[in-house]
């Protein structure tokens, strides 16, 4: 009976130790030092052109409804809480050109995980929807294409919209990590060069 008692327990001790092993892990913030942002849980890092500057991290707060007198695990409970997690947004002086970096729990948002392709197919059917309800938008055109990004292979949607004379191109590259899809968006009304160009500016925190 003890021998019995002692494989029961044992067992369950097993169990307990693989459910934590393998549990996924909770998205962090990333940081932002002077003209640099790094974000661990990703494993990236950017840096800021001359003209650019990050939008503060008690804007990007508000901007998910999170109390920003809130703070330790009491702030992590309540920013992965979120519908959609904004961990960067920086853009140039005269508004012509962006990036930011937002997370959504999967899991929280749709009930389910779910891969990179039907993500960004429903990704493609809001912005769609979006687009059609603003109207002021003579054309819009998306591509999907796979890129390397940071050492990683990954996929992403190309969105060109057009309004007239004004050309804007936007490239979302989409990162699924454990329960998490990041959304790296990068916006211009120069050209898809200029797109990739602020691309660049990303690094690997693996290097």
Do not use: P
């Not at 947004?89 to 999967?106: H, W």
């Not at 996929?155 to 699924?176: A, C, E, P, R, W």
């Amino acid at each position: 009976m003890i021998k019995k008692t002692v494989a029961i327990i044992l067992a369950l001790v097993m169990v307990f130790c693989f459910a934590s092993c393998n549990k996924e892990k909770e998205f962090t913030l990333g940081t932002v030092n002077g003209d640099s942002y790094e974000n661990e849980f990703i494993g990236v890092g950017y840096t800021l052109d001359e003209g650019w500057s990050f939008m503060s991290r008690a804007d990007l707060l508000s901007e998910m409804g999170v109390d920003q007198t809130l703070s330790g695990e009491e702030l992590e409970a309540a920013i992965n809480q979120a519908d959609i997690i904004s961990d960067m947004d920086a853009s140039i002086a005269d508004g012509t050109e962006s990036v930011f970096v937002q997370a959504k729990n999967m899991g929280m948002v749709f009930g389910t995980i779910m891969g990179e392709d039907k993500y960004i197919d429903m990704w493609q059917e809001a912005l769609d929807e979006d687009y059609s309800e603003n109207g002021n938008f003579d054309d819009v055109v998306y591509t999907k294409e796979a890129v390397d990004f940071c050492g990683r292979k990954c996929k992403s949607l190309n969105v060109h919209l057009k309004s007239g004379d004004i050309n804007v191109y936007q490239k979302t590259i989409f990162i699924k990590i454990d329960g998490y899809m990041i959304e790296i968006v990068v916006t211009s009304v120069t050209d898809w060069n200029a797109v990739d160009g602020i691309l660049d500016n990303f690094y690997s925190l693996a290097d």
